[in-house]
T-cell receptor, first 112, second 114 residues
Framework: DAKTTQPTSMDCAEGRAANLPCNHSTISGNEYVYWYRQIHSQGPQYIIHGLKNNETNEMASLIITEDRKSSTLILPHATLRDTAVYYCIVRVVVTGNTPLVFGKGTRLSVIA | KAGVTQTPRYLIKTRGQQVTLSCSPISGHRSVSWYQQTPGQGLQFLFEYFSETQRNKGNFPGRFSGRQFSNSRSEMNVSTLELGDSALYLC?????????????FGPGTRLLVL
């Protein structure tokens, strides 16, 4: 699976949009971009994933650049409960199931 | 629909003992994956079970083993515990079909080895 690069930490004011970047410059055509988050000492929570089109669900939006070398996770109105470590994962699409390879992620702190 | 459940949530063992952790996947999910999370190594994949068979395996010693039952519930076992096995053990379930599927995690079992 391709490697991802994320900033170590970010701050965001409560109520503002949180934009979390992820670089995956070596991504292949058959690899999805997944985002998970982990609130302290809990299991990772699935947020969203996409291949090449932008995606939106009730939690967040995922913007993938046209060349697919980077993406941005957007939390439109961050709250204190969004404080967590956010993981960007690139995952190959093959028959069966491949493990998630977690990096160090971005520690997002939402500040009141 | 109930999420992934793991038992017990907390466990304290001593070196040399063995431990068994349990995971019940989301109803209808047939694949269960196990991960270990430590402060030093982060989240690392242990193994995945599908239809009672180990389908993928990470780079962990043979002391770590698992199994899956016909109802898709899974257990993992760690024998001859070492201090370094202290970690949060997470299981994740997915439908387990023929293409990539989203994995959903349980709350984890926190193991402390003394």
């Amino acid at each position: 699976d391709a490697k991802t690069t994320q900033p170590t930490s970010m701050d965001c004011a409560e109520g503002r949009a949180a934009n979390l970047p992820c670089n995956h410059s070596t991504i292949s055509g058959n690899e999805y971009v997944y985002w998970y988050r982990q609130i302290h000492s809990q299991g990772p929570q699935y947020i969203i994933h996409g291949l090449k089109n932008n995606e939106t669900n009730e939690m967040a939006s995922l913007i993938i650049t046209e060349d697919r070398k980077s993406s941005t996770l957007i939390l439109p109105h961050a709250t204190l409960r969004d404080t967590a470590v956010y993981y960007c994962i690139v995952r190959v699409v093959v028959t069966g199931n491949t493990p998630l390879v977690f990096g160090k992620g971005t520690r997002l702190s939402v500040i009141a | 629909k109930a999420g992934v459940t793991q038992t017990p949530r907390y466990l304290i063992k001593t070196r040399g003992q063995q431990v068994t952790l349990s995971c019940s996947p989301i109803s209808g999910h047939r694949s269960v994956s196990w991960y270990q999370q430590t402060p030093g190594q982060g989240l690392q994949f242990l193994f995945e079970y599908f239809s009672e068979t180990q389908r993928n395996k990470g780079n962990f010693p043979g002391r770590f083993s698992g199994r899956q039952f016909s109802n898709s519930r899974s257990e993992m076992n760690v024998s001859t515990l070492e201090l370094g096995d202290s970690a949060l053990y997470l299981c994740a379930s997915s439908l387990g079909g023929s293409h990539q599927e989203t994995q959903y995690f349980g709350p984890g079992t926190r193991l402390l080895v003394l």
